[in-house]
T-cell receptor
Framework: GIQVEQSPPDLILQEGANSTLRCNFSDSVNNLQWFHQNPWGQLINLFYIPSGTKQNGRLSATTVATERYSLLYISSSQTTDSGVYFCAVEIPRAGSYQLTFGKGTKLSVIP | KAGVTQTPRYLIKTRGQQVTLSCSPISGHRSVSWYQQTPGQGLQFLFEYFSETQRNKGNFPGRFSGRQFSNSRSEMNVSTLELGDSALYLC????????????????FGAGTRLSVL
């Protein structure tokens, strides 16, 4: 099956710093989503980005589908950005939606 | 529009028991998927239902089953619980966006945290 690798596994930042999270995937994908898992366990949608670049406030994401990687940028980090960030991909498979997740990047933002 | 609703939020069971978890998708969404999250295995796909039919199943034993009703609500059942079934169970719903071919965004509920003692 498809492999999804995220790096780094852990990241500690001072408040106000910038960071880049990476997601590599081993095959062509239909769908790529970035999620933030809050302390209560809910997965919050950040971006749907199978290709191209998107921005939402302090967050932006870029996916280069031909090179099979995606990047999530967090600028001017805040303590509320802490949590685990997951990349998930969906492979082309007729008629079914199945996301394969990476192991996540655990981000800790300290004041 | 209400989000994906999962009930109950927390559950404690003992080995050998069975459990049923419920998921109500976002209104208008017809696809419901279930995922298991554990510290060791991460997030793993269980199964996906669309219009009351199971379309895809992950690599889990037959003790894990599910169904979907005509209103798109879904339940998953785990029989003969084992300690290793302790996990966060997440449900996601989605609809294929006709404005952009192939676009599918999955929205997750808050999860049910199951503890097996």
């Amino acid at each position: 099956g498809i492999q999804v690798e995220q790096s780094p596994p852990d990241l500690i930042l001072q408040e106000g710093a910038n960071s880049t999270l990476r997601c590599n995937f081993s095959d062509s994908v239909n769908n790529l989503q970035w999620f933030h898992q809050n302390p209560w366990g809910q997965l919050i949608n950040l971006f749907y980005i199978p290709s191209g670049t998107k921005q939402n406030g302090r967050l932006s994401a870029t996916t280069v589908a031909t090179e099979r990687y995606s990047l999530l940028y967090i600028s001017s980090s805040q303590t509320t950005d802490s949590g685990v960030y997951f990349c998930a991909v969906e492979i082309p498979r007729a008629g079914s939606y199945q996301l394969t997740f990476g192991k996540g990047t655990k981000l800790s933002v300290i004041p | 529009k209400a989000g994906v609703t999962q009930t109950p939020r927390y559950l404690i069971k003992t080995r050998g028991q069975q459990v049923t978890l419920s998921c109500s998708p976002i209104s208008g969404h017809r696809s419901v998927s279930w995922y298991q999250q554990t510290p060791g295995q991460g997030l793993q796909f269980l199964f996906e239902y669309f219009s009351e039919t199971q379309r895809n199943k992950g690599n889990f034993p037959g003790r894990f089953s599910g169904r979907q009703f005509s209103n798109s609500r879904s339940e998953m059942n785990v029989s003969t619980l084992e300690l290793g079934d302790s996990a966060l169970y997440l449900c996601a719903s989605s609809v294929r966006d006709s404005r952009e071919r192939g676009k599918n965004i999955q929205y997750f509920g808050a999860g049910t945290r199951l503890s097996v003692l």
